[in-house]
């Protein structure tokens, strides 16, 4: 069902007073780092199996699974609509993004309307490849012109404004709310925002304002700097943008890219930062919009209850909490003792420290600090990462700055 078909739908019942409840309160679903990779480009051989292992806690083994589990919760949910703030795919190969848009015409076609953008990985990439065995080869990746076709119908064909700068647009999103969907991933300014791209903000901006609307934006990179982190994260001309969506009353911008759940406020605006759905704990953003409130929680993907419904026997999906937590520490495990391994720590400082920074690391993505300092009560942990102060500690200092908080609500009435 076309989104202008699901608006007169939702018109029709508020004039016949049968819809007054729900259109005080809408819900919107915000995912982001999904990393599809379609089937037909892996045989889950250990070439496969070995990269993405060594990669960063992606849950590339059973991203099919994930991803249907996602969008049937989706469905049950019936959402206003789903927003996609990029990094659609794993490596940007052109077969990925058909086949996960025919995944998506699918959800329209229920009435859950979809908004898409890309990310850094989606567009142009080198490493767009088919994995086989022990080898993989390269296949074609999406260009900005490939994304704007194959995605024509989750944002594109329907948008009230098109920046000629970027994939960057606007849309509808009800009567009382429009969406500044904005693209960071052009070839000639990655991770940017360019000026013609900021006067064409402003334009939109201007125009909503002037029809009465509320505008809620969304990116893939960050506006603000949520963690340690900053380059390729914070896009540059990042000041300017929230200068102007401070200006035109915008209170909210939806992004992803860090793939650790956290939010930050400054001078009136917020920028929410969801979790990557492809890594533990899998988290989505269910945002609930009134008149005069924003409120913002995650909700963890129930993969276990969809491969139930769905018949399926493998442990892994049946226990997709453990299985995808056990992933992810995994992958922290390794890398961080291979590292303090070789800095002439005894084997029982490494197991300490290493420990502590898997539980670390499992609650800081999660966005849920309020017992983080718990895991080193005295700081004896901290004290041994403090031998080297310039490896570990700013990452330590970014996590333990947030202690005692949880990210996964958000607010407008408690800013």
Not at 259 to 279: D, F, N
Not at 363 to 372: E, I, P
């Amino acid at each position: 069902m076309k989104k202008s078909a699901v608006l007169l739908v939702l018109l029709a019942l508020l004039l016949l007073g049968g819809f007054a409840s729900a259109e005080r309160e809408r819900r919107v679903i915000c995912a982001t780092d999904l990393h599809y990779l379609a089937p037909a480009l892996t045989d889950h051989g250990p070439f496969f199996t070995a990269l993405t292992e060594e990669g960063d806690g992606k849950l590339m083994g059973t991203i099919e699974e994930l991803t249907d589990a996602f969008l049937a919760e989706v469905r049950k949910l019936r959402p206003e609509a789903l927003i996609l703030t990029g990094d659609l795919t794993f490596n940007g190969a052109l077969l990925s993004h058909t086949a996960l848009a025919e995944k998506l015409r699918a959800l329209e076609r229920e009435g859950v309307p979809v908004y898409v953008l890309p990310g850094n990985h989606d567009l142009d990439n080198p490493g767009a490849a088919a994995f086989s065995g022990d080898g993989y080869s390269l296949v074609p990746s999406a260009t900005a012109e490939d994304f704007r076709r194959i995605y024509a119908d989750f944002g594109f064909d329907e948008a009230l404004g098109l920046d000629g700068d970027s994939l960057s647009y606007t849309a509808q999103l009800d009567g009382e709310t429009r969406l500044l969907m904005l693209d960071f991933n052009t070839a000639h300014d990655p991770c940017g925002v360019s000026e013609k791209t900021l006067r064409w903000v402003e334009q939109e901006l201007r125009a909503a304002q002037e029809e009465g609307l509320r505008v809620l934006a969304a990116g893939h990179q960050n506006l603000f700097q949520q963690t340690v982190f900053t380059s390729s994260y914070v896009i540059r001309g990042a000041g300017e943008l929230a200068a102007l969506l401070r200006q035109y009353g915008v209170r909210l911008f939806l992004s992803g890219h860090l793939h650790c759940q956290h939010w930050r406020t400054e001078q009136g605006l917020t920028e929410i930062a969801t979790g990557a759905l492809s890594v533990s704990p899998c988290q989505y953003g269910v945002l609930t919009l009134t008149e005069d409130r924003l409120h913002y929680e995650t909700r963890e993907t129930d993969v276990s209850a969809w491969a139930q419904g769905e018949g399926r026997t493998e442990a892994a999906l049946l226990d997709f909490p453990r299985y995808a937590r056990d992933y992810f520490d995994a992958r922290n495990r390794r890398s961080t003792s291979e590292m303090l391994s070789l800095l002439g720590y005894t084997d029982a400082e490494v197991e300490r420290m290493t420990q502590y920074l898997v539980e670390l690391n499992r609650a800081y993505f999660s966005g849920d600090l309020r017992k983080a300092a718990a895991l080193d009560p005295e700081g004896d942990v901290y004290a041994l990462y403090a031998r080297f102060p310039t490896l570990y500690t700013p990452y330590l200092d970014s996590a333990r700055a947030d202690f005692g908080r949880d990210f996964r609500v958000w607010d407008s009435a408690e800013q």
